[in-house]
C-alpha cells in the first residue's frame, strides 16, 4: 500500500514537473494585424497560428491581435524592432521609412492584374525588395495582400480634373502624398481607424482602399460614390521582429517562414473570394453608386500620375525602377 501510494506520487510529481516544463518551454508569438477578424487577413493568419502551432508540436503558441489592439502599424513596426511583438502583416507603405525601396510597390498603376503581380512579387526582384527590410530589424517573409486600392468620394469622379481642390485622405505616405498632389488634390494624411469619422464630419472628402477596407470598415455609409479603378496595389509584407527570429533555433526559423508563406498563398487566395461578397455587399446596402472607369478613363488617371514615377523613381536604389518595369513588361506579355 505505501509502495503504491509512493509510486503514485512519484508519478504525480513527474507528471506535474513535465507539464511545468512545456508551459515554461512554450514561446508566445504576438501578431498584430490593422484589419478586423472578418477579412482575408485574419483568416491568412489564423491559418499560419494552425501550422505554427501544430508543426512546433505546441513549442509556439500564436497570439492574433487584429483591429490594431497593439497600436497602429508603424508603432507596431517600431516596438517589432525591439522584439516586443513578434509578427505582423504591415502595408508597404507603412513600411517604406523603414525601406524606401517598398515604395516601388505603391506606385500608382504598377501591376496590370494580380497574377502580373504576384509573380513580380514573389520572382526575384520582388525578394530583394523584402530582404532590404533586414538592416532596420525585420525578417521578410512574403508578400501578403489586401488588393487593389479603389477610390471613394461624396461625389462622382470622371476624370482626374473632378478631383482637383478635393481632399483625399491618404496613408502617411511621401508617395501617395505626392501621387494626389499630381492630382491637384488635397491629400491629408489620417490614421486608419481614424477615417470613417473623417469622412463624416467631412475633414476629407474621398480616400483610396481595397475593398475590403470600404466593406469592414463601412466607408460606403459615408460615402455617395465608389469608383472602381484598380489604380494602385496595397500589398502587405509579412514580417518577423528579426532580433526575436534571429534567437530562434534554424530548423524553427524555416518553420516560420514555411508558414507565413503557406498562409500567404492561402490570404491571397480568399482576398479574391471575399471580394465579389464585399462589392455585392456594398451595392446591397444601396447608398452608394458603384462606378467602373474605363480604360481610357483609367488612362487619364495614369497619365496625370505619371509623375510620381519621376519624382520617386530617382529615390529607390539605383537601377531599381527600369529592371522593375522591364520585367513587368516581359511578365505582361506571357
Given amino acids: 500500500m505505501k509502495k503504491t501510494f509512493k509510486f503514485t506520487l512519484t508519478t504525480l510529481a513527474i507528471s506535474l514537473s513535465a507539464l511545468s516544463f512545456n508551459a515554461y518551454s512554450t514561446t508566445v508569438i504576438k501578431v498584430h494585424s490593422d484589419t478586423t ?21 505546441g513549442e509556439y503558441d500564436v497570439t492574433i491581435y487584429p483591429n490594431n489592439a497593439l497600436g497602429n502599424d508603424v508603432e507596431v513596426a517600431q516596438q517589432m524592432q525591439f522584439g516586443a511583438v513578434q509578427a505582423a502583416p504591415i502595408p508597404t507603405a507603412k513600411l517604406s521609412g523603414f525601406n524606401k525601396d517598398l515604395q516601388l510597390i505603391d506606385m500608382p498603376f504598377l501591376f496590370p492584374n494580380r497574377e502580373v503581380a504576384y509573380q513580380f512579387l514573389d520572382g526575384d526582384i520582388g525578394q530583394e525588395v523584402l530582404s532590404g527590410l533586414r ?56 490614421a486608419f481607424s481614424e477615417t470613417y469619422t473623417a469622412l463624416q464630419q467631412g475633414v476629407v472628402e474621398c480616400q483610396e482602399n481595397p475593398l475590403v477596407s470600404i466593406s469592414q470598415m463601412k466607408f460606403y455609409e459615408v460615402q455617395k460614390n465608389l469608383m472602381m479603378t484598380n ?24 518553420l516560420l517562414l514555411q508558414a507565413a508563406r503557406e498562409a500567404g498563398k492561402y490570404q491571397r487566395e480568399r482576398s479574391i473570394t471575399r471580394e465579389d461578397v464585399y462589392l455585392s455587399g456594398i451595392k446591397a446596402a444601396g447608398s452608394t453608386k458603384v462606378t467602373t472607369l474605363s480604360e481610357a478613363q483609367l488612362d487619364e488617371f495614369q497619365a496625370a500620375m505619371s509623375p510620381v514615377y519621376k519624382e520617386f523613381g530617382n529615390k529607390l536604389s539605383k537601377g531599381l525602377l527600369e529592371r522593375s518595369q522591364a520585367e513587368l513588361k516581359k511578365l505582361s506579355s506571357l
Avoid at 233 to 254: C, I, N, P, R
Fill in 37 to 57: 477578424e472578418d477579412s482575408a487577413q485574419q483568416e491568412g493568419l489564423e491559418r499560419f497560428k494552425e501550422l505554427v502551432e501544430t508543426r512546433s508540436n
Fill in 135 to 190: 538592416k532596420s530589424g525585420f525578417e521578410a517573409a512574403m508578400f501578403w495582400e489586401s488588393g487593389f486600392k479603389q477610390l471613394t468620394c461624396n461625389s462622382p469622379i470622371d476624370n482626374p480634373k473632378d478631383l482637383q481642390g478635393k481632399k483625399v485622405r491618404v496613408m502617411e505616405s511621401p508617395l501617395l502624398i505626392s501621387q494626389y498632389k499630381a492630382l491637384g488634390s488635397n491629400p491629408v494624411p489620417i
Fill in 231 to 254: 489604380h494602385g496595389y496595397l500589398g502587405t509584407a509579412f514580417v518577423f521582429s528579426k532580433m526575436w527570429f534571429d534567437s530562434q533555433s534554424a530548423e524553427h526559423q524555416a
